[in-house]
DNA sequence: AGTGAAAGATCCTTCTT
DNA sequence: AAGAAGGATCTTTCACT
């Protein structure tokens, strides 16, 4: 899918998005022109879907993580989905197929935090809480190699 | 915890990290020195941990996402860690609270994939797939606003 | 696909206020 | 925090392989 150039680069932007062409060119022994056009083709593809920054969930006081499966009542699937939607503190929310509905990932400041916004989707689903108590993979891309 | 202004560069950032320092400056209404030192002390704190490129996994051929429970057999918590960690179809994995241990997000190309993937870890833990249908919300950064 | 050089644009930082 | 300016750095274009 990409060859060794491509990956490279990709490594190189996943870790550092600032790093320039000359860098990147030098990096996997091409010239600028050449890394530039990769580049190009790279968000073209969707390969690259863009340039962001990392923010840190603690470092806003964010101190807890849950994962919360969310299982809505008869009938509430929408205004479940909607309200999971309009919660800022839910980082990642993914629909699945199986007895639970949703799986989501919620940013809280306190376990009373926690508490408060579980209570509001109380009466429309059943939720089945996790504290998360440490990350053993953090967010991260998906295999560049086709392995 | 961020003030207006900050809140406002990360959140352009979020959107496009090449946006430059004169572009946030004007779009904050400060000058290009200012922005800098704030830039400069949000990585300095940690809020904006990195610079990096969102890549797509479905244009690198993974069709397919599932999140997985796993649940260690007994003895088995850091060979399944171990395992965990090393397969780069692993793209997240917290360890939780609760009855399983594990809740891991998981890159495939085929159900195949899935398959074998999930055989190697069967014998050393319970696990629990659900194939994700849809991401009504895929990631994103906890609320900047201390609402 | 890629190279190399060159031009032009853009940017970041420093300094003074 | 502003504003101006200097100097570095980058990106893109173009002709050619």
Redesign the interface.
Known sequence: ??DETDREI?EI??????TSLKELAQAVGLSSPSVSERLRRLEE??????????????????AI?A?VRIKPLPGKLHVV?KL??ET???????????D?C???RL?VRSIEELDGLLDRIADKAET?T??????????????????
């Open positions: 899918m990409l990709v932007l996943l870790r550092d998005s600032r593809r969707g390969v690259i879907r863009g340039f962001t920054v990392e923010v840190d969930a603690k470092a806003l006081g964010f993580q994962i989905q999971i939607e800022p503190q839910f980082g990642e929310c993914d629909k699945v197929t199986g639970d949703f799986v989501a940013y089945s996790a504290i998360v108590k440490s990350q053993p993979i953090p967010r991260r891309a998906p295999p560049l190699q086709s392995s």
